[in-house]
């Protein structure tokens, strides 16, 4: 769940994606090829799948989105690579998918891995999985660790209904935007954040949801030094603020409250605020009334009667 992806200045592996090759390579029958997304471990390597270490020794093109940790990963796995292995990152992937998809034309196996978790889920692999869906090409996956979910577990917090909101911006006008979006949102939510961040996240979050709301930070999970704090926004900002936070952080907040319907002139700020960033009345209207749960009618009224 790396927040910035880095190109690799050197791998110890074949980064050559020849486009003849596809179809020159003993054994690549056209039509047969597919893709397979495999989570690869959050932190800990034991938690690698047998099915990812069989895939790691036989797949006919592993696609990394980080070659050096990939090496790191099949050395401690004890697997030998024996196809050839390509970067596949955020910088690449335009101009890589489309040699890709031919090789799976041409009916070779794609193993996808990223640095750490599922492909494809805040890692690169859309856009492969993109394409090859459009292609009419088999993609299918080999699951595994996910911090998402391992975080939503450890949360203390509901697991019935969640989503995952990955980072939020970083200039505080488009970080306040999408919180303001988020302020109702009823199921418990999934965030990563980078450590030297973290602080003003939280006070962005103790800001727009309200310092009551629970919360749990999810530091180096499954690693040695794994550590789960929970607490309100409140508690949790304060112990950001006086604490170094190192490691990888997932951050699980707590839906919002189910709230009493009320009368509608309790709305009308509401209504005001949508309208003055740019939303017309009826569409302002609409808005706040399903998320307050009162009628449309009556709200609009009461709008028109404050003026």
Request: proline fraction near 5%.
């Amino acid at each position: 769940m790396d927040e910035q992806r880095s190109t690799p200045d050197e791998t110890p592996f074949n980064d050559d994606l020849d486009e003849s090759a596809a179809a020159a390579d003993s054994g690549a029958t056209p039509g047969v090829g597919r893709i397979v997304l495999a989570a690869t471990p959050i932190g800990n390597v034991g938690d690698a799948s047998a099915r990812l270490v069989e895939l790691l020794g036989t797949s006919d093109i592993v696609a990394a989105e980080d070659t050096r940790r990939l090496h790191r990963l099949v050395t401690a796995l004890g697997v030998e690579v024996t196809g050839r292995v390509i970067s596949y990152h955020e910088h690449n992937e335009v101009a890589k998918t489309g040699e890709l998809l031919d090789h799976v034309r041409a009916g070779k196996t794609i193993l996808m891995v990223s640095d750490a978790g599922m492909p494809a889920v805040s890692d690169p692999g859309f856009r492969l999985v993109e394409g090859a869906v459009a292609a009419g090409l088999t993609v299918t996956a080999v699951p595994g660790p996910s911090a998402v979910l391992t975080a939503l577990a450890l949360s203390g917090l509901p697991t019935d209904r969640f989503c995952f909101e990955g980072f939020l911006p970083r200039k505080s006008g488009d970080r306040n935007s999408r919180l303001l979006d988020l302020a109702n949102e009823r199921r418990t939510m999934v965030f990563f954040e980078a450590p030297h961040r973290l602080e003003v996240m939280l006070r962005a979050l103790h800001e727009r949801f309200g310092a009551d709301r629970r919360v749990a930070v999810c530091r180096e999970l499954t690693k040695t030094y794994e550590e789960v704090i929970r607490g309100t926004l409140r508690e949790l900002l304060e112990w950001a603020e006086n604490n170094e936070v190192r490691g990888e952080i997932a951050v699980v907040v707590g839906g919002a409250p189910e709230q009493e319907p009320g009368k509608p002139e309790d709305h009308v700020a509401a209504v005001n605020e949508l309208i003055s960033q740019g939303i017309r009345l009826k569409e302002a209207v609409a808005a706040v009334a399903d998320d307050a749960r009162v009628s449309k009618r009556e709200l609009y009224s009461a709008v028109l009667a404050a003026r």
